[in-house]
């Protein structure tokens, strides 16, 4: 399984951007998929989750109001929304995805139930 995420890019403070994860070996329809991010020097963080269906979503509290997660299921892309950039924004952005469909969205903000990551699409915020 392997997890594709694209979308980013150099912006300015304010700007917005679009990343994308899609995967090619697995559908993402039955699972759940979480955005996670990593600055220089930082340690990985969440960002964002949906449930299988779309339905359910969770942030992190810094990310409330300015990113939105959603998921296509017919596309099998999930999308994360990012509006009102800001430089402390720039980071590595990863998406993942569970190898299991038990999980439930108290469970989305830990690192440890993703087995599949993708590449991660480097964000950049200038101010």
């Known amino acids: 399984v392997q997890l594709q995420a694209c979308g980013g890019g150099l912006v300015q403070t304010g700007d917005s951007l679009r990343l994308s994860c899609t995967t090619s070996?697995?559908?993402?329809?039955?699972?759940?998929v979480g955005w996670f991010r990593q600055a220089p020097g930082n340690e990985r963080e969440f960002v964002a989750a949906?449930?299988?269906?779309?339905?359910?979503?969770v942030y992190a509290d810094s990310m409330k109001g300015r990113f939105t997660i959603s998921k296509d299921n017919a596309k099998n892309t999930v999308y994360l929304q990012m509006n009102s950039l800001k430089p402390e924004d720039t980071a590595v952005y990863y998406c993942?995805?569970?190898?299991?469909?038990?999980?439930?969205?108290?469970?989305?903000?830990?690192?440890?139930?993703?087995?599949?990551w993708g590449q991660g699409t480097q964000v950049t915020v200038s101010s």
């Open positions: 070996g697995r559908t993402l329809y039955y699972y759940a």
């Open positions: 949906v449930s299988w269906t779309g339905r359910n979503t």
């Open positions: 993942a995805t569970p190898s299991e469909r038990t999980w439930t969205p108290s469970d989305y903000s830990r690192q440890t139930i993703y087995h599949y």
